[in-house]
């Protein structure tokens, strides 16, 4: 192995393309047979129809924020998953509760090629500092590790100064965990007198890594990288020592939607990050994850093709209550698509004298019928909303479909 | 598979003894070809000599309680093991710290057996509540689980409600964990009305399982049953549907022995639990666990035919400060052994008129010198002693070399 985790991250784009979804229609159907919630979601979907972004962008979209309620309905998964609970490796409880299911073979969570391109090689011993009780943190990180040939320190959270000593003691070669805490272990290793000079590297997750705290994990001697990895879907993009971007893993389709909408935006615009997965156990068919990025333009520096995120912009979920009536982003994207004219809108929301008043500021070509959009407005929110024309491209670029300025 | 993991479990005493001893040579010359610390330790020893009980009873004993100091001289794991590090699959910090080393292979812990036995089988979802973090408990029995076919949720340790809550929810066939932690559990279920009536067995550790607390965890629907194990070894032994004393694991060989010493007791005297394992990563020879435990006379009821303990029944080390010297368990058996006549012994500390007074009492066939005796005391332990002798038989049978009356 060289700079590369296999040959799979340095194809063309068109042979990636025809992986995927030359794959796509049999992992459809696989759905279909066996998870009950797909079976009902893709009744009247021909999965050998599903051949090309195109008709992928047609299918409905599966929301996290509905899990709970899937998996309150149909315990203990909702129905998502294609195998047999007790066929399964193990099963995790995130906050909400949300149960998340893990399937057996090697690197299930597909973390090893993030860790691969933070620097892990086989051999390096890995300080894990993910929790392992409850959440799958732990687990996705310590397999892809085992996957890597790295043995594991299940060092989990807490016990700040245990940490610093086990470093001290181990010599790990690298750190997994949030960013904020490997600076947390690092200064009371410093603060004792405890060398930490073995641990140069770490992959991170579950977190923003700002410049900042990069610059100071690099002055304490470690080379951080970030993951972005969820409980439903495992690897969903990973930073390279290019340090521009996440890079898509190859084991998903990512499209980036409208809020609330199963809608792709444009490249380079910020919207909502939907996943499909070509996991066998938990097939889940365009995932809305409730993340907010967007494509970046061009290719990494370091060699690999698939398309980049930003990282992680905010959270898709812009569900607000206004004079007591929950206002969707998908009520936004229907009164949007009752108006071919409108190119974009952006749902405002204000205080004037104590009351709230909310206007739609909308992207159009020439003049447009204002009256008519409040109407539409009056009709899907069964609240009285504003029009206000804006030219294209004079609307924020921020993934916002409601903006909240009552606070 | 039936009532028996596997066929090992029913074998005859000879055929057992057979295969152990048969396999013991190979395993020593391993540990003095791998491991340096058991290079200096049995560098006098023929490994092609140790072919039954009384040979092995020559060998030296490596002291628990000496780990940490084995460690710091020779990090991380004083010569101990067998395999580098960089080829170990997890490596753990026990309190101390001791580091403890875990190589690659399924149920690598063998803790397989005592699932089994406790009633665990392909399908059964395990609600796991050892700690995965800096402790091997979780991954003890999770590994466990998994050899079995076993999916498994990671609970680890705190959360009540949460757990009871996942209980109700992911219906786990049984738990493992500590016995206190699973009645706090069922009855934090019980408060809020929860189901946990799939969760009907477990197996526990980690602490003493009393009679009443096995008989409030039937009342709640659950059958317990213990694990004897150590993050050194692995299992050691486990309690089986008899409930009749624990019965030794197959892949090692328990003595044991007066503590302080390596000299084997008569079965069913009360001594410290000795462990020779087969482990190659980690070959430990007559390892002293600390733990004071005795043999069962006869064989269990359920069919298994190893020897039996008696459960943990103390600590081994009662090295005790007496008049401002520690005196050891070692230095009573170094008197002991200068006087063939002595056939038991006993050191007894009191309070008189606030000074610390010490007596050997001995079991001895006859009279003896108690003069001869006393300045042996004197001598090896640097303090004056008075002596008591006692007919054959009339010492408790609790393991104590030491007593300290003066609390």
Redesign the interface.
Known sequence: MGDFYDQLETRSADQRAADLFGRLPAQIAHAKARAPFFARLLADIDPDGVTGPAQLAKLPVTRKSDLTDHQTAQ??FGGLTATL?????????SPG?I?DPEGKGKDWWRIARALYAAGFR????LHNCF????TPG??MF?TAA?ALGC?????????TE?QA??VA???PAGYSGTPSFLKTILEKAEEMGWDHSSLTKACVSGEALLPPLRGALKDLGVDVLQAYATADLGLIAYETKAMAGLVVDEGVIVEIVRPGTGDPVPDGEVGEVLVTSFNPDYPVIRFATGDLSAVLAGQSPCGRTNIRLKGWMGRADQTTKIKGMFVHPRQVADVVGRHPGIIRARLVVEKEADADVMTLHVEADGAGDGQAIADTIQSVCKLKGRVQFHPPGALPNDGKVIEDKRA
């Open positions: 315990p203990p609970p007790s066929d399964l490796y193990r099963v995790f409880a509760p149960y086989q051999g390096d011993l929790s392992y009780h409850f732990g687990v310590e085992h043995p594991v320190f299940p060092a989990g959270i807490g016990n245990l000593r086990a003691d181990l010599k």
